[in-house]
């Protein structure tokens, strides 16, 4: 004991480089997550601004584009969250898109509540009810956790589908936007899906690079190493199990904002997940960059062969276990491994003091 | 109530066979199949096309069910064993996250294949009035002659499964392997043509299953997932590595079904997801564990 006293103690904090041993210092930025902060501000900013500027015969179908893309988009940002950093892979996901879709229209039709309000509380009520969820979810491991996730979201699908105030199985439209008219509701979706897709990527990126963000990379690692050093390895599953159920709501609430129409089959579609897999899987699961990646593709898939109904979702079925034997990795973790790119940097890299190395 | 009871029970006969081959994949190799029902109605709808072309060529009735039938259960043998060996085997390790995207993705392109092939309405297999015919029982009761021969073959399979696996040289195998492959391994086992043989086994039940299904009732390409749904139910309530876990499963989910469709319809098949739930919380090792997981 009484060496150990006096050798310095590393905090355990290390986003200042005196933490790291002499001669080393811990590094995390990279040059392309610069450049990538730089032009993600821009595209953010152009388009927050698409209403100005985008040509009016095309704007108000673009901003639905837009708003549908982003609904998949945050919903595929928390799978991975859930799945890649979590290691909890989920087959019940959309039981917190339909719940968020659900309250919002509750919300707004009976309790009269700006449906616009109600998203944000919509994504709420999706993670308070996460909490009694994990309680039975997390009783399961593996693929059970995946199936048994399913069969809670069936629950959920089932349940709605007897309520008769919101329609029961064939579901009910949100009245309380009647009043608003047709341009105004748009642009104010349009904000708001812009204003989720930030939120989700920087929620996301500060959770990862936070303290909890580097317990949660090393329970992925290993679980039982993790526990070893003291880190509260339920707390921490559960933190992220709520924080997806939160975004997955988030993603349910606009979505149906944008849609005036629910039904219990469409909020508690299983497709919602299989979509989220795909996006996930395609870009590279465990990135950040990867689910924006995938969601780029699957809009530009959805766009040009949507068309071709069974044969097109058929395809992605295909696709998505050819790139889960072949390329486990994704199309960004190739890039990463190749080029060494990180847009969104969450390692911490040891570095040299003396010749300092900023790419 | 007895009624009730009664239907439920032999409702559970069903689940369990769609139920076993999920158990035994389960047991040997944690492998989780998520097209197990999508496999199901595949299988369906094989037996259908089959059918469609016996007789085509001019034999009818019992004896061309009973050719496809046997003709159909090597087939998927086969079936089973090349998928595990050339496409699962590739998936298997501590991630479950590989198998999970393989086979979910399997669920959708069957989906879509036989969706695009046969249109989304229901078939079945046509069994010349057996599915109508009952038999009488004592106390005004009445129970249809086609459940009864499902429940009796579900009582054959599991027994036969299980003495499969606790008895012959192959089981011994199958408990080897899930119980440590390296070991195995090492003793001069082929994890990976042990694995494929399960399978197989798997695959077969899963015909028997999807043929049974169509006869019972109908099939149509979207109900695999409501499929894979009862049967993860029956095996996890059963608990892991039991076979006639599995089989109990199976029955405690057809009666809380048949309960539940009693009170209302529409609450079913939910009454039976929340049992399912509560066990899981009240005994999540299920009811009869042999297996540690």
């Not at chain 1, 968020?100 to 707004?108: E, H, I, K, S, V």
């Not at chain 2, 149509?220 to 876990?245: H, K, N, R, T, Y």
Request: aromatic share 12%; charged share 10%; net charge positive.
């Amino acid at each position: 004991m009484s060496a150990g006293m006096n050798t310095p103690s590393v905090p355990m904090d290390s986003r200042t480089t005196t933490g790291a041993a002499p001669g080393l210092r811990v590094v995390r930025g990279t040059r392309a997550n610069r450049v990538a902060l730089g032009v993600g501000l821009l595209l953010v900013a152009g388009a927050a601004t698409l209403p100005l500027w985008a040509p009016a015969e095309h704007a108000s179908s673009w901003m639905r584009e837009f708003v549908e893309i982003a609904c998949y988009f945050v919903f595929a940002m928390m799978w991975n969250l859930l799945a890649g950093y979590g290691g909890m892979v989920s087959i019940g996901q959309q039981a917190f898109f339909g719940i968020g879709g659900y309250t919002m229209l509750a919300l707004g039709n009976f309790a009269g509540v700006n449906p616009f309000i109600a998203v944000p509380l919509g994504a709420c009520a999706a993670a308070l009810i996460a909490i009694p969820v994990s309680f039975v979810a997390f009783r399961l491991a593996g693929g059970y956790f995946a199936i048994g996730t399913w069969v809670i979201a069936d629950v959920f699908r089932l349940g709605f589908a007897n309520i008769s105030a919101v329609g029961g199985g064939s579901g009910t439209s949100l009245t309380a936007l009647r009043g608003i008219d047709k341009a105004t509701r748009e642009i104010a979706t349009y904000g708001m899906a812009v204003a989720c897709v930030v939120a989700a990527v920087a929620l996301v990126y500060l959770f990862l690079r936070s303290k909890r963000g580097l317990a949660l990379l090393a329970i992925r690692d290993n679980a039982v190493a993790a526990e070893s050093q003291g880190i509260d390895v339920r707390g921490m599953k559960l933190a992220v199990y709520v924080v997806a159920a939160f975004g997955g709501g988030l993603a349910g609430a606009l979505y149906f904002v944008g849609n005036l129409r629910i039904s219990p089959d469409a909020a508690f579609s299983v497709n919602w997940t299989a979509f989220a897999i795909f996006m996930v899987v395609i870009g590279g699961i465990g990135k950040i960059e990867g689910p924006i990646v995938g969601a780029l593709i699957f809009w530009a898939l959805n766009k040009y062969f949507s068309d071709y109904g069974t044969w097109y979702l058929l395809g992605l079925g295909l696709l998505a276990i050819v790139v889960t034997i072949f390329f486990k990795q994704g199309i960004w973790g190739f890039l990463q491994q190749r080029y060494g790119w990180s847009l969104f940097p969450t390692q911490r890299r040891l570095l040299p003091q003396a010749k300092p190395r900023l790419d | 109530m007895i009624e009730t009871l009664l239907q439920g029970l032999l409702l559970g006969g069903l689940y369990c066979l769609f139920a076993l081959g999920q158990s035994l994949m389960f047991g040997v190799m944690r492998l989780t199949n998520t097209a197990q029902g999508d496999f199901i109605v595949l299988a369906a709808f094989a037996a259908i096309v089959a059918l469609t072309g016996v007789a085509a060529i001019g034999t009818v009735g019992a004896a061309s069910l009973i050719t496809v039938g046997v003709l159909l259960l090597p087939v998927s043998f086969g079936f089973g064993y090349a998928l595990q060996r050339f496409v699962l085997n590739g998936t298997l390790g501590r991630d479950p996250l590989p198998s999970l995207v393989v086979t979910f993705g399997l669920s959708i392109v069957i989906q879509n294949l036989l969706l695009e092939t046969f249109s989304a309405d229901p078939r079945s297999i046509g069994t010349e009035g057996l599915n109508t015919a009952s038999l009488a029982l004592p106390g005004g009761l009445a129970v249809g002659v086609l459940p009864v021969l499902i429940f009796a073959l579900a009582i054959a399979a599991t027994a036969a499964l299980q003495w499969l696996f606790g008895h012959s040289a192959l089981g011994r195998s199958f408990r080897a392997v899930s119980d440590d492959r390296e070991i195995a391994e090492l003793m001069g086992l082929d994890a990976k043509k042990v694995y494929a043989l399960a399978t197989g086994i798997a695959f077969v039940l899963i015909a028997i299953a999807g043929v049974l299904q169509a006869m019972r009732t109908t099939v149509s390409p979207a109900d695999g997932p409501a499929l894979l749904l009862f049967a993860f139910e029956a095996v996890i309530i059963g608990g892991m590595g039991s076979f006639w876990g599995t089989f109990a499963g199976a029955l405690l989910l057809g009666v809380t079904q048949q309960i539940g469709f009693r009170i209302d319809p529409g609450w079913g098949i939910w009454l039976g997801h929340i049992v399912f739930l509560a066990v899981l919380v009240v005994r999540p090792q299920g009811l009869f564990p042999k297996t540690r997981e």
